[in-house]
């Protein structure tokens, strides 16, 4: 039989997951190809770059979407256990789990949304492409794999930072902020984290002399614990303290519009990084990730053909 997209093997995924119990990615995929019937043939089929094998992939994609919509976590890599929004989705019985049904959780939506594509579903008679993908040129279609993959390793890379402790999201900034550009050739960066630190977690010296300054909060809070005002206010004074006028904060959470808005209006140049924009830039600057594969399009060359 032919491996069954990623959408048909949502249900199965969950299934296998039920009892609640921690299952391991390589248990996962044995169980989940005993369920739908895959035979070693059917497995050993590969994508087009021969690096994975397509049921590997579809079901890397089928755990990514449910963790994103809320009925799967990840309490630790390479494991999945179900939520009870993932036990309240089996316990209403559907024939089916898909893109249609993930979107009715305001997760799902919001990481689609991140990633900028529309959820699309292989929900009909045969199965077929959606009319969106149909449509688009090769290069369109691969620039949204691209854009989705990366939307879920940065909300990967979010969580996994939430899970640490505050000097690692410290520390991590600093790298990223480095890997930016910041510090230029003769600058540097310093962890300034621990006890007296009055407020501020790090600095950058952008010249060999550290007369230009641009100091670091790092505050690693859960999504739903948003920085507000009072936070801000607090980093500005603790910028006025080291007579400074730059400052980046940065959260793995987000910011209250209260906060936003003082944050504009004060004298110091600050910048705000919520949670989003912190694993974008780690996805972009290559912080926490490493490439996966490489894929090349490639076009004629009128050149070559011209008289």
Do not use: C
Not at 28 to 53: F, H, M, N, W, Y
Not at 199 to 206: A, K, P, T
Not at 226 to 231: G, H, L
Not at 232 to 245: H, R
Request: glycine content about 8%; aromatic content about 6%; overall charge negative.
């Amino acid at each position: 039989m032919a491996v069954p997209d990623y959408e048909t093997l949502m249900l199965p995924v969950l299934r296998v997951v039920a009892d609640g119990e921690p299952v391991g990615t390589k248990s996962l995929r044995e169980a989940v190809a005993a369920e739908v019937g895959l035979s070693a043939k059917d497995r050993a089929e590969t994508i087009p770059s021969g690096k994975q094998s397509v049921f590997d992939n579809r079901i890397g994609w089928a755990t990514t979407y449910l963790v994103q919509a809320g009925l799967l976590v990840r309490p630790k890599r390479a494991v999945v256990t179900i939520t009870q929004r993932g036990r309240d989705v089996l316990a209403a019985k559907p024939e089916r789990v898909d893109n249609v049904l993930l979107e009715s959780f305001p997760e799902f939506r919001e990481f689609k949304s991140r990633s900028g594509t529309r959820p699309r579903s292989t929900r009909s008679v045969n199965a077929s492409p959606s009319t969106e993908d149909a449509g688009a040129a090769p290069r369109e279609r691969l620039a949204r794999a691209v854009a989705e993959a990366n939307a879920a390793v940065a909300e990967e890379l979010l969580r996994r930072t939430r899970e640490r402790e505050p000097a690692f999201l410290e520390s991590l900034v600093l790298e990223l902020l480095t890997a930016m550009g910041y510090g230029g050739r003769e600058g540097a960066a310093e962890h300034l984290g621990g006890s007296g630190d009055e407020g501020l977690d790090g600095v950058i010296r952008q010249d060999a002399l550290g007369l230009e300054r641009v100091y670091v909060q790092a505050k690693r809070y859960a999504a739903d614990n948003a920085v507000s005002r009072p936070a801000i206010q607090g980093f500005v004074g603790a910028l006025q303290g080291a007579q400074a006028d730059r400052g980046i904060f940065i959260t793995t959470s987000r910011f209250t519009a209260e906060a936003q808005s003082y944050a504009e209006r004060v004298n110091a140049r600050l910048i705000l990084i919520d949670g989003q924009r912190l694993g974008d830039l780690m996805v972009t600057y290559n912080v926490g990730v490493q490439e996966d594969e490489t894929f090349v399009l490639k076009e004629i060359d009128e050149d070559y053909f011209e008289e």
